[in-house]
């Protein structure tokens, strides 16, 4: 080792990896065969796949490492390893697939390594933030008052959804949250239906808000709120609702119950990861009425909408209490007259995501987004008709992408569902649903055709059959 040395030679070395270009050509190189490959491979890593992620294991590396070697390791024993969710036969977690100008436009904004913080920090990544605030106006419907948040997933817009909630129903019973805290803070009651999604429970949590204070409402058969069992609202409850159940894909009473709310000057969030964007399609758009009602949305990009991850939006129509909730301050803070993104996020130092979504958005237009909400929903009312006319029982209306089904017993249904995912043919996953052990499929890939939904079905045949003739 050459003591001070060494690093001007470690400087020396990474500057000519920037300029020649040879580690960046061979990951495309990588990339390139991975995407020939993806389409045909097996959906889930085969054994022999994830037996050699052993190969990563070692000590920490006493010195610096050759850069062609480690892009190598990572395509020899990464590559294979990953789950094929680009491919058009994962069905598994809402997980959508990526539309190619996004990872395109991924790649270039990566060699940008923007700080999305401030407008200061990177114009071109608050310039684009405020045109997708826009663009996800027009498509939603929603006025002016919104204001956009552009945070790592659903679980994080949710947060500061809710965040913004408790400093406006705090702040009118003059109690500043951000000074006093919760010690001692006036009583805020939440309003959620019984099947509402665990990231709504966990910001409760860190909101210190908590569960038991949640006053929690029947559903109906499908996953939906009771309006009809609604409790009587009030100026400090904040109502949660599901834009798409994570189940069943069911979209709560969305206007009824904002009407209500409205009224009562109670605050509504609308959960709608996934679901949301039935907003952009003229079959669908009738699912999400009344969302402009709502006070705070929730919705993620690297679901439906198809961008890469990590891509979520949290929606605000009270642009004040969004800022002061998710407040920063310091003295070494830059505000201007331009966007600065950081005052809508948790986060501080963050990617500029916002530009794969500009990028999806503005190659989709309005049409691509109608085509491809659309399309989803037709290729899940597909697999509805083939799985019925298979024998499978059909546990829920499927109102947009979300299929939920059984077999003749829980054990059948679960070895069913563990034979599909081992064959590699397909990925769905399981869960419970109404008291059952469910398969719940999730169709939200631009890749996924006619022909992978006839190979999935098959597969579940194949799989079912294997189970009942042992």
Same mark, same amino acid.
């Given at each position: ?315 605000? &129509?009270?642009? !004040? +209490?969004?800022?002061? *909730?998710? =407040?920063? /301050? %310091?003295?070494?803070?830059?505000? @201007? ?73 829980? &054990?059948?249904? !679960? +070895?069913?569902?563990? *034979?599909? =995912?081992? /064959? %590699?043919?397909?990925?769905?996953? @399981? ?40």
């Amino acid at each position: 080792m050459r003591g001070s040395n060494m690093d001007e030679d470690q400087q020396k070395k990474m500057l000519d990896e920037m300029v020649s270009k040879v580690i960046f050509n061979r990951a495309k190189s990588y990339a390139f065969d991975y995407a020939d490959n993806v389409l045909d491979r097996t959906v889930f890593p085969t054994p022999e796949a994830l037996q050699n992620l052993q190969y990563f294991t070692e000590d920490f590396p006493k010195s610096p490492g050759d850069a062609l070697e480690i892009l190598a390791q990572l395509h020899q024993y990464g590559s294979p390893a990953t789950v094929s969710q680009t491919g058009g036969r994962y069905f598994g977690f809402v997980n959508g697939g990526v539309v190619p100008v996004a990872l395109a436009t991924r790649w270039l904004t990566d060699f940008w390594d923007q700080n999305a913080a401030l407008h200061i920090i990177s114009p071109v990544a608050a310039k684009l933030e405020e045109v997708c605030e826009t663009w996800l106006k027009q498509l939603f419907g929603l006025s002016e008052t919104f204001v956009a948040g552009f945070v790592s997933g659903s679980s994080t817009a949710i947060f500061a959804g809710l965040a913004a909630g408790r400093y406006r129903i705090l702040q009118n019973q003059n109690w500043d949250v951000n000074r006093k805290g919760m010690n001692g803070a006036p009583e805020i009651r939440v309003v959620a239906g019984r099947e509402a999604h665990g990231t709504v429970t966990k910001a409760l949590a860190l909101l210190g808000i908590g569960t038991d204070n949640v006053a929690w409402v029947d559903t109906d058969e499908q996953g939906r709120i009771i309006p009809a069992l609604m409790p009587i609202l009030d100026d400090r409850t904040i109502i949660v609702l599901q834009a798409g159940n994570v189940n069943s894909g069911a979209f709560d009473a969305i206007d009824e119950i904002c009407n209500k709310a409205n009224v009562a000057n109670a605050w509504v969030h609308v959960d709608g990861a996934f679901g949301l964007w039935a907003a952009g399609s003229a079959q669908l758009r009738h699912l999400t009425g009344g969302i402009e009602k709502a006070n705070s949305l929730s919705v993620d990009g690297h679901k439906t909408l198809n961008t890469p991850y990590d891509c979520g939006i949290v929606l605000c &129509a009270d642009k !004040q +209490a969004l800022a002061q *909730a998710m =407040q920063a /301050s %310091g003295s070494y803070i830059t505000y @201007g007259e331009h966007r600065d993104g950081m005052l809508y996020t948790p986060e501080m130092s963050r990617r500029a995501r916002a530009v794969e979504l500009w990028a999806v958005l503005k190659y989709l237009g309005r049409a691509g987004v109608d085509a491809l909400v659309s399309g989803l929903h037709a290729r899940a009312l597909q697999m509805q008709d083939e799985l019925k006319s298979a024998g499978f029982q059909i546990l829920n209306d499927v109102v947009f992408n979300q299929i939920v089904i059984c077999c003749e017993s829980d &054990a059948i249904t !679960q +070895a069913s569902l563990s *034979a599909v =995912q081992q /064959s %590699g043919e397909c990925w769905m996953g @399981g869960s419970v649903w109404r008291g059952r052990a469910v398969i719940r499929i999730s169709i939200c890939s631009w890749v996924t055709t006619a022909n992978d939904v006839t190979r999935a079905v098959n597969a579940l045949i194949k799989a079912r059959a294997a189970v009942t003739s042992r």
